[in-house]
């Protein structure tokens, strides 16, 4: 069995490229415990392991000069080049807050990569770890909520740490060059792969006007392309210019080797360290449209910052990648149709309740909406009619044929509430009621859950996992604006949430423009954006005379309003379908 050296303990970086480059390859044992590359290439050189990686270059950092030079000093041969994504996360144990953080630890290069980050947390110390497991183990086993550590989500997955910041890297396009070598002694063996090759070469010039330039033309002569080329100034010897250079052509091809034999001649030095086998970068890709009817195209694993999350691996994507679809009664909420969900802010009275019910109805709604018991900021505004309004939306439901949607604001709530309604709504302030969300997942109807004023996508997913994991499958959640500090509009419907949410779940998405603006005007142009965008639907406040209305008043759509933003709407192409494809019931 070979085996191949890692840095510390699993979960760090080099256990991690390690196990996707040898990933089912069973010849391979992986060996941790290594304090340095220093001590990776000593084992190397005295057969104790097989293979080993060396950083090499960085975007952020430039050259290691390090590995490039333990490479040449023990003789190790380079096989190939792996050009890895560095994912840092900032993670701390079960109850840590970003707030409450006080230091941080992480392998020096990595702080350095995450400096930008670390510099808006003024509250924070940060301490250089030796390495990246074994700081992230470290920080998991002293079980302190003020101590966090930057790392891998493979860490946070292996230590069970949880995420505190994702994408905390200056760039995001910070990657690292490593090379997988072998030991000295180990025999040639006939290559197996037709990749391209490129070669790493140290050498050393006289510090003399035109040298480099004379040193390279051979290269250039023979039509070999250089890919780096970097020089280290040489303290002990003045007079002397070392450098760093890759070119992409392999030192046994004869052009190439006649062409560094030139150069040599040009040199006080030249030490080819080995060619081995890189992947050149791919220009980037031409983006296809959707497909007809298809789901969005998950991004790579890489790029899914919380893909990983462990507080709701039921709602992720990765559980159903087909897509959830909610049905309520006839109504599927997830699937081919845009639904749109329409009604009062609140149930009034029966008239209200029944006209608006049927003038929806008429206009293309699928589902009615309407408010009983409503969470109001001052316990002086109206608060709903209570069990009495239920049952003027049930009649209205019964009236005009459609399903119909009511918040439950109290567990108590909850189970005459499924008798009388088809879908039970949580609302934009429970989304954290969590007695409440484990209630209505043990019920038998589907949810609509909202997002919170200042919740982050993520917690709204961790709210729908509650229900989910509470039993109950079925769940929509709705993006109905969050706090910003803007006050031109009544919240600030964040759209954005839509494709983001449609690539980490499986749970269907609708918007709510009513509670997003809170002004009438500014709403048809957003239920227009929110089919654009790709959400499964919307849900929106209409009242047959809103000057009356006793809440909401200034956000209710009039039924005219209803009426032509409905038609405006056909024109609309839902994300998920073709421009011809048939318009909303
Ligand atoms: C509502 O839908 O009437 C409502 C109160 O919404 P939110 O919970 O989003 O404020
Ligand atoms: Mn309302």
Same mark, same amino acid.
Do not use: D, L, W
């Given at each position: 069995m070979a085996t191949a050296a890692y840095l510390g303990?699993? %979960?760090g970086i080099t256990h991690a490229i390690l196990s996707s480059c040898f990933r089912g390859d069973d010849s391979v044992e992986l060996l941790g415990g290594f304090g340095s590359f220093r001590d990776v290439a000593v084992a190397l050189t005295t057969g104790k392991v097989r293979y080993g990686i060396f950083p090499i270059d960085?975007?952020?950092? %430039?050259?290691?000069h390090n590995g490039y030079d333990l490479i040449a000093q023990y003789s190790l041969r380079p096989l190939r080049e792996i050009v890895w994504r560095m994912d840092y996360r900032l993670l701390g144990v079960q109850g840590a807050t970003l707030s409450g953080l006080r230091r941080i630890i992480a392998y020096p290069f990595v702080l350095e990569a995450c400096g930008k980050f670390l510099a808006t947390l003024s509250a924070v110390r940060v301490s250089p770890a030796t390495e990246t497991g074994t700081a992230a183990r470290a920080v998991a086993d002293g079980n302190d909520p003020t101590i966090g550590v930057i790392a891998s989500p493979a860490a946070a997955d292996r230590y069970g740490l949880v995420e505190l910041a994702a994408r905390i890297s200056d760039t995001p396009h910070d990657f690292t060059r490593y090379l997988l070598v072998e030991g000295p002694a180990v025999e040639d063996r006939p290559r197996t792969s037709d990749r391209p090759r490129r070669t790493s070469i140290l050498f050393q010039l006289r510090h003399e006007r035109g040298a480099l330039l004379e040193c390279l033309q051979p290269l250039v002569s023979a039509g070999v392309s250089i890919s780096k080329i970097e020089s280290r100034a040489r303290m002990e010897k003045p007079l002397e210019l070392g450098f760093y250079m890759d070119i992409d052509a392999d030192a046994a091809e004869p052009r190439c080797a006649r062409a560094l034999e030139a150069m040599r001649a040009q040199t006080i030095d030249l030490r080819v360290l080995g060619s081995y086998d890189y992947e050149p970068l791919a220009a980037p890709r031409e983006t296809k449209p959707a497909e007809s009817g298809t789901e969005p195209e998950p991004a790579p694993a890489s790029e899914r910052p919380s893909q990983v999350s462990k507080n709701w691996p039921r709602a992720a994507r990765d559980r159903k990648p087909e897509g959830t679809r909610v049905r309520v009664e006839g109504v599927e909420i997830g699937g081919e149709d845009f639904v749109v969900i329409a009604g009062p802010c609140s149930v009034e009275s029966r008239d209200q309740a029944v006209s608006t019910a049927k003038f929806v109805r008429e206009h293309g709604a699928a589902l009615l909406r309407g408010g009983a018991f409503k969470p109001r900021t001052s316990p002086y505004a109206f608060q709903g009619l209570g069990w009495e309004g239920v049952d003027m939306l049930a009649e209205a439901g019964r009236v005009s044929g459609l399903p119909v949607v009511s918040e439950v604001m109290s567990v108590d709530q909850v189970e005459r509430m499924e008798q009388a309604v088809d879908m039970l709504q949580i609302g934009a302030r429970n989304m954290q009621n969590f007695d409440l969300l484990k209630a209505v997942g043990r019920a038998r109807k589907p949810v609509l859950l909202k997002r919170g004023l200042s919740a982050t996508l993520d917690e709204l997913l961790a709210a729908a996992e509650y229900i989910l994991s509470s039993g109950n499958p079925d769940v929509v959640l709705c993006e109905r604006g969050i706090r910003t500090f803007e006050t031109a509009t009544r919240n600030t419907l964040d759209l954005s949430a839509v494709p983001v949410l449609r690539e980490r779940t499986h749970l269907p998405i609708i918007v709510d423009p009513s509670h997003g603006v809170g002004v009438r005007r500014w709403i048809p142009p957003l239920m227009r954006a929110a089919k654009a965008v790709g959400a499964h639907g919307i849900i929106v406040e209409v009242h047959p005379n809103p000057a009356e209305a006793k809440s909401d008043a200034d956000q209710a759509l009039r039924f005219a309003q209803f009426a032509e933003v409905m038609r405006d709407l056909q024109a609309v192409p839902a994300f998920r379908k073709r421009v011809d494809s048939t318009p909303p019931r």
């Open positions: 303990v699993e %979960g960085n975007a952020i950092s %430039g050259t290691f």
